[in-house]
């Protein structure tokens, strides 16, 4: 596993994987957490590991996670069954 630079997680990357943490169906460390994020391995961890500076770069749009929420979930809820 690589670590992944801060500048190379893009917003639509973070914004995926605080969906998924809003939603709140999962600890963020359970790999299911991962699946329904869609993003890869490296780039997963590398947003846990750089979270807070990433909060920070696009706070300014973090009100729009909860219209990406409902289509991720439904991408998830289609790989659940």
């Keep these: 596993m690589g670590e992944v630079d801060i500048k190379d997680i893009t917003e639509q990357q973070f914004l995926a ?5 809003n939603y709140g169906r999962w600890n963020m460390f359970d ?18 590991l750089h979270y807070n500076e990433l909060k920070e770069k696009y706070k300014d749009n973090l009100d729009t996670v909860w219209k990406g ?9 289609k790989k659940e069954k």
């Design 69 to 77: 929420t409902k289509k991720v979930m439904k991408k998830h809820k």
């Design 17 to 21: 994987f605080e969906g998924v943490r």
């Design 31 to 48: 790999p299911m957490a991962k699946v329904a994020s869609g993003l890869d391995n490296d780039t997963y961890f590398g947003v846990i």
